[in-house]
């Protein structure tokens, strides 16, 4: 079984995908034994306890220093044991040393074709407003491994997005997520815990 935390900052519907995959079967041999946000806000964290899932929030905002944050939050993963950590819209830089503890166990959805529109500065809604202000004509999602950089990480897979004409920022970004983000990171998730299987550790 395929022990995953996911980390969310606001809405939750790259999570609620999660949830629902595990829920009908297409993702397979896993359990999300947490949900961490940094925003007591987000919508995320009433989803997850609509699923009676653990949900925590860590902000920065509630410790003296970046530091006790970190260590705070290492702390709460390290309780949760998960094989597969998750970022799913989660918009905090992560401690340095997590990429080290968690190395290639820990994945990303970003709402664009990374190379493309990635990197510093470049998420949620200011991801569409650049594609549509450089005028390109297909865009998507990418899931990858996150490493040491901003959007670096070896690429898992990715899902091409039509641009229309007449897209607004908001309009692009539904389509993203329901055509893209939704499908390829559950699909990501199943894949590594259908390996795990494979590779013994189910
Ligand atoms: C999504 O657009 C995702 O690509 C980006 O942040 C947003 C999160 O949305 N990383 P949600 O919280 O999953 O609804």
């Known amino acids: 079984m395929l022990n995953i935390v996911v980390c969310v900052s606001g ?35 009433k989803r997850a306890e609509n699923e009676r899932i653990p949900a ?25 044991n998960p094989d597969l950590i998750v970022l799913a819209g989660f918009l905090v830089i992560l401690p340095e040393e997590m990429t080290e503890i968690y190395q290639n166990r820990i994945i990303n959805i970003h709402p664009s074709l990374i ?7 470049f998420y949620g809604l200011k991801v569409h407003e650049a594609v549509l202000a450089r005028g390109v004509k297909i865009t998507g999602a990418t899931v990858h491994f996150v490493d040491a950089g901003t ?3 070896k690429i898992i897979s990715q899902k091409a997005v ?10 692009l970004q539904r389509r993203v997520m329901e055509q893209a983000e939704w499908v390829i990171l559950p699909r990501a998730i199943d894949e ?7 590779g013994g550790k189910g």
């Not at 925590?56 to 390290?78: T, W």
């Not at 039509?162 to 309009?171: A, M, R, S, Y």
């Open 115 to 121: 190379p493309s529109f990635c990197g510093t500065g």
């Open 56 to 80: 925590f929030c860590i902000s920065p905002k509630s410790y003296e220093s970046r530091g006790e944050f970190n260590q705070a939050f290492l702390a709460k993963l390290k309780e949760l």
């Open 11 to 45: 809405g939750g519907t790259n999570l609620q995908a999660i949830i629902d995959g595990i829920k009908n079967g297409t993702i397979r041999n896993t359990k999300i034994s947490g949900v961490i946000s940094n925003n007591a806000g987000a919508y995320a964290l």
């Open 162 to 171: 039509e641009v229309l004409d007449g897209d607004t920022p908001e309009i």
């Open 192 to 198: 590594i815990a259908m390996a795990e299987i494979a």
């Open 151 to 153: 959007d670096t990480g």
